[in-house]
């Protein structure tokens, strides 16, 4: 009888270690996934100009660019129906099964943009096989955002959010990367080089990514939560039915964590086309926001273990509200590289403070059975919603309108959006 507080004693340590241990792999486990995802997106819109040239040509570049833009975002479409199906199996065969199909599908879509002709070669058929392949890339980005959170919660032992944040910081990385391939293949290669080859080297360096992520990801258990508890018969009509309420607080949470990046991303075009500044510096603009996220995005998941998740997204929230349009005041007031570097800055940051505790809160609103497929529809309806179609929506209204401050109105109105949603989630669902 002595002896038995001791070895409960020694073994809840020994359990509480292996639990860390498993952590940190799946920290890499979900993360090499989710950036591959966001690394393929981002490449795609560093280089929409080139691509729309090669696959949309067309006389008029506005036009031309709203063709490249839609097919940009017509893979947001099939995000929801990828969430659904995979996030749905997840839940029903496990987190590790979701992550393994989604990160194969992607896979698969960005090898057929690699390989595809361009339309000077096969004509219009070009813009067929692109769109496919994004299509494809939508629907595996649709299960891997919510599958791979859920897997990555489940493993923390405590600290959600800063376990979390590392969703968020494998994004920033990703834009810091897909950053640095446009900066030196648009500096360094000719317009001739790039539009040949040079536009390819990054979807081919992610080809490089998949199988290790595959690999990394089938080496690895399924979590504890996931096979402690009994799966739902019905996630999906679960999570519509019995859990309507936290799903739609959760796409407009999601709102201003999608535009804030894909206004980052429209950045680059925004600068060169409509403010006449050169390659360098928009790519430069770019690189910032991206260090930012992935350095700062796991000291703000601490900071939100510590305040709570819905705390800090509010803060940054306000900030949103009070900064957005004033900053593209002042960029096109004076489009100059420190002007860009300082606003993306601020961007970067008030973005990195919104997005880091996202995952955590995401994943506390919904129950264990019902997670993934929450998750996945929550996020992907947000993301599609409001951030997919973020740059084809401000290359549209700017032409309309001509008025170059529209992404800062729209980013002041999305933010509004997701304050509300984000109260809605502290007072009606008790989010810390």
Known sequence: MTDAPSVTIDQEPRELADRRRQAKKAVVAASIGNGLEWFDVI???????????????????????????????????????GGIIIGRYADRAGRKAGMLVSITLMFVGTLMIVLSPTAEVIGAAAA?????????????????????????????PHRKAFYG??????QGAAMLLAGLFGFFLFTYLSEQDLESWGWRVPFI?????????????SKMEDTPEFLAMEPSAGPLRETFVGNAGRLWTMVGVVALGSVGVYI???????AILYLGMPVEAAFVS?????????????????????????????????????????????????????????????????????????????????????????LSLGYNIGVTVFGGFAPFILTALISATGSLLVPGFYLVAIAAISLASIIVARRVYRQP
């Open 286 to 374: 770019t690189l910032v926001f991206g260090i930012v996220m992935s350095v700062g995005s796991p000291f703000v998941g601490r900071l939100a273990d510590r305040v709570g998740p819905a705390r800090v997204m509010t803060w940054a929230a306000i900030g949103t509200l009070l900064a957005g349009i004033p900053l593209f005041v002042l960029l096109t007031q004076s489009p100059t590289l420190l002007t860009i570097i300082v606003i993306e800055l601020i961007l970067g940051t008030l973005a990195t403070l919104y997005f880091a505790p996202l995952p955590a809160i995401m994943a506390a609103m919904f129950p264990v059975q019902i997670r993934t497929t929450g």
């Open 205 to 217: 360096f992610a080809l490089l990514i998949g199988p290790v992520g595959w690999y990394i990801r």
């Open 128 to 156: 067929g096989i692109i769109l496919l392949a994004r299509l494809m890339q939508g629907f595996a980005a649709g299960g891997e955002f919510g599958t791979a959170t859920a897997f990555l919660i489940e493993y923390a």
């Open 264 to 270: 980052a991303l429209f950045m680059p075009t925004y």
């Open 43 to 81: 490449v795609y819109g560093t280089f929409i100009v080139t691509i729309s040239a090669l696959f949309f040509p067309t006389e008029d570049e506005t036009a031309r660019l709203l063709f490249g833009f839609a097919s940009f975002g017509v893979a947001f479409i099939m995000r929801p129906l």
């Open 165 to 170: 944040s590392w969703q968020v910081a494998t």
